[in-house]
């Protein structure tokens, strides 16, 4: 195990009603609250309402309008009035998107570089002066941006989608109602999934055996995906497996079963690709690469991961042989029966669109943990049509 520091600052406040806390959270921190949600679904599912109660008596100003796959082209358009406010903390209401679109605002409205796309090419190291402290009560459990300092970002104009992360962008807080998501529609319940899901595979599919305590939480926490997630499906307002689901995600990525192992990402930066041209859900491209990335990367260079993922969390027997390639039939069908789509394809994106996609990958350079090849992308994105 490689040495390590573990440190989440975060106060993670969960359960049902826990919104009612919003305020005093508040208090701590200032008077002035800079608001900022997507594209209205917390006017209809009464989360809004909640949040407003808890602001009375505070400074609030507002944005709305933070895409799925957040865009510097939108987040531009806060900056002027975020200056001109000067709040406090902003306040981010929302799933992933719009507190990664807040984590951004929190850097980027007081950086003093040319380019505020510096920010998400240098992964944060650009990031100088002040951050604006943040607050989250989340609406969707995916990405575990309540959790963690990360935030991706896409600058449209250049089809780029980049992360950056820094310690000061850890929310300071996070609410975490599972109630509030009764109101996610199927679609998003699905990715709400398979996000999470990839997130510990990134971590737990590697070459290195000898992280025996994070191997065994991420199997828990797979097997924990694997039996809430059909349950949330099959009934939205399932409040404890909606509540397992949802610490499942923030547990996914808080760093916890990160610490000391070598970690993968390839899957993930392969995704960023794709919606950074095609603008599909950041789930919905996991699930097509997964499968496929384990064919090529994962029965050749992390063959022993692979055959522990298929005993311990698919329960599969055999040879190992039979054992890995079967963990990647299981995963495939996981996807496939909560409702994935399972190729590109599907979403319209033609076969076309190939050496678009391998060049942006080998420019994004330096994908999982032992740099793909340009051959192996080549061969993992043509599986995925
Ligand atoms: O726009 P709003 O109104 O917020 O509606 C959203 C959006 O349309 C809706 N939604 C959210 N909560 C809801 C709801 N609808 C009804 N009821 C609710 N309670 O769901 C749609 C998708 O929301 P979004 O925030 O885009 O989803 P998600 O949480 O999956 O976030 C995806 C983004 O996070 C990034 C992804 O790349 C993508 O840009 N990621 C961030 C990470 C991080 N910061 O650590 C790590 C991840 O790997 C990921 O890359
Ligand atoms: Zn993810």
Redesign the pocket.
Known sequence: MQNFIFHNPTRYIFGEGQIQLLSQEISKIGKKVFLV??????K??G?YEQVLAQLTGFEVKEFSG?????RLETLAKALPLIREFAPDIILAV???????GA?FLAVAAYFDGEDLWEIVKTHGEAVTGKVIPLGVVL???????EF?G???I?RWATHE?D?FETEETRPRFSLVDPQ??????EE?II??II?PF??VLEQYITQTTDFEVQDRLAEALLLSLIDQGPKVLRNKQDYSARANLAFAASLA?NNLIGSGVTQDWAT?SL??VV?GFYDI???AGLAIITPHWMQVVGLTQKFEKMVRYGRNVWGLTGTDEVVAAGAITKTSEFFSSLGAKMTLTAWNIPHESLEQLVSAAVKYGNIGENALSEVQIRDIYTRCY
Do not use: F
């Open positions: 949600y997507g594209s209205g679904s917390i209809k599912n989360v933070v895409e799925p796959n957040p929302g799933g992933g998107s719009v507190i990664d984590k609406t969707m459990s995916a990405t575990a941006s963690n990360g935030s991706v896409t989608k992360y509030a998501q009764y109101s996610l529609p998003q990715y709400g996000d990839s997130h990525l993930h995704e960023h919606s859900p950041h789930a």
